[in-house]
T-cell receptor
Framework: SQQGEEDPQALSIQEGENATMNCSYK?????LQWYRQNSGRGLVHLIL?????REKHSGRLRVTLDTSKKSSSLLITASRAADTASYFC????????????FGKGTLLTVNP | ETGVTQTPRHLVMGMTNKKSLKCEQH?????MYWYKQSAKKPLELMFV???????ENNSVPSRFSPECPNSSHLFLHLHTLQPEDSALYLC????????????FGSGTQLSVL
């Protein structure tokens, strides 16, 4: 079973609306990261939140982390058509160097 | 442009061919990674190099052979692949081997016939 799982698998919204994606994981982590991937391209790092942090902001992005529930959420405010992409959460497993485990991703479609 | 360049962007090969994927990073990073991305599956970590030394081989079949001649270059040598090896192969780098903030290349879309 995989470490991180995003929910929902797909999300379709109108431009200007907010988009919320969730990630759940199974084991203790040092940090959790969110990445974006445009179709057929590489992943782009968005934000990293450490296990001792609860919330982090970067521009229109807001990430929360609840280690007691082993879950994280990514909020994109005032979405734009250019935000259309797949979004992945990635976790490192405490005690395991080098390994960053990704979920299957949430496909976000922002309609103009 | 992330500073990580992969070539070729697309590759079609037969099962008996030998080919190589190339990755180059211009970021001065010390760690480099190969990931495999198949449809409807999570990214799979294949190999990790830290300061040119392989530190992770994630149970990858021997038909995939990595090479890291220096901290800026990473290769993935392919031979006698199977059709199920068709996937997007992504190279990434990070400042150190702690896997914080990976920078990815655009990937090589591989089709094995």
């Amino acid at each position: 079973s995989q470490q991180g799982e995003e929910d929902p698998q797909a999300l379709s919204i109108q431009e200007g609306e907010n988009a919320t994606m969730n990630c759940s994981y199974k084991t203790s982590i040092n940090n959790l990261q969110w990445y974006r991937q445009n179709s057929g391209r590489g992943l782009v790092h968005l934000i990293l939140i450490r296990s001792n942090e609860r919330e982090k902001h970067s521009g229109r992005l807001r990430v929360t982390l609840d280690t007691s529930k082993k879950s994280s959420s990514l909020l994109i405010t005032a979405s734009r058509a250019a935000d259309t992409a797949s979004y992945f959460c990635a976790t490192d497993i405490r005690g395991s160097n080098y390994k960053l485990t990704f979920g299957k991703g949430t496909l976000l479609t922002v309609n103009p | 442009e992330t500073g990580v360049t992969q070539t070729p962007r697309h590759l079609v090969m037969g099962m008996t061919n030998k080919k190589s994927l190339k990755c180059e990073q211009h970021l001065g990073h010390n760690a480099m990674y190969w990931y495999k991305q198949s449809a409807k599956k999570p990214l799979e970590l294949m190999f990790v190099y830290s300061l040119e030394e392989r530190v992770e081989n994630n149970s990858v079949p021997s038909r995939f052979s990595p090479e890291c001649p220096n901290s800026s270059h990473l290769f993935l040598h392919l031979h006698t692949l199977q059709p199920e090896d068709s996937a997007l192969y992504l190279c990434a780098s990070s400042e150190n081997s702690g896997a914080e903030k990976l920078f990815f290349g655009s990937g090589t879309q591989l089709s094995v016939l």
